[in-house]
């Protein structure tokens, strides 16, 4: 009874196309689940999904819609990725505090926050800091990527303390913001104790459509 008359006030769609979906059937539509394509690594890096597709608009609505169903989607190929990999913590790739204001979110934080009480893994914020503001990387070329984000992440001593913390970004195309991250956790915490892992890469450098962030 409960359930039909939330289904009457906030009626089920698909999260990545917004077509109705009956109570009781899966989330995501027929159509949209076949688009979903996964994806393992990226230029070296770990990833979960194809960032185009059903994956490329369920990122869209999440990070820059704040859709709650979007990243309900989202967190389960992350959750497949995080059991094989044998990690004790989470940590989200940090924005800078001024970035987080302008954009009034931290899709990443958010992002790490539900996988974190999705896994019972602690979720680490403490561990990485970010030093200052960095120009948004999309547009950039590679090489400007890795010059504009290198020396902009700061970790904490000995916070890690020999665990192996899993270290995780949104989105990557070039892979320089995480592997930069990385790098800098590894410095302090050591190399085998991080292992970086992004939700979706994108395959071919954005276009000029996709928002700044
Ligand atoms: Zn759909």
Redesign the pocket.
């Known amino acids: 009874m409960r359930s039909s008359l939330l289904e009457l006030l906030a009626p089920s769609v698909?999260p990545?196309?917004?077509?109705p979906r009956r109570p009781g059937t899966a989330r995501?539509?027929g159509?949209?689940r076949v688009q979903l394509a996964p994806l393992r690594e990226l230029r070296g890096v770990r990833t979960a999904l194809a960032c185009d597709g059903?994956g490329a608009r369920l990122v869209q609505r999440f990070k820059f819609e704040g859709r709650r169903d979007a990243l309900g989607i989202l967190i389960e190929p992350l959750v497949e990725r995080v059991r094989e990999l044998h990690v004790d913590s989470i940590v989200p790739v940090p924005r800078h505090r001024q970035r987080v204001r302008e954009l009034g979110a931290d899709p990443v934080y958010e992002l790490a926050r539900a996988l974190a009480r999705r896994v019972k893994l602690p979720l680490r914020q403490d561990v990485l800091l970010r030093t200052r503001p960095t120009r948004p990387q999309t547009g950039l070329p590679p090489r400007e990527r890795r010059t504009n984000i290198a020396g902009s992440f700061a970790a904490r001593p000995g916070a890690l303390r020999g665990r192996r913390a899993l270290l995780l970004d949104d989105v990557i195309t070039t892979g320089a913001t995480l592997s930069a991250a990385a790098a800098e956790l590894r410095r302090s915490a050591g190399p085998r104790a991080v292992v970086p892992l992004a939700l979706a890469g994108t395959p071919t450098l954005p276009s000029a459509g996709w928002p700044a962030l």
Not at 16 to 19: E, H, L
């Open positions: 698909c990545a196309c917004d077509v995501l539509c159509r949209c059903t």
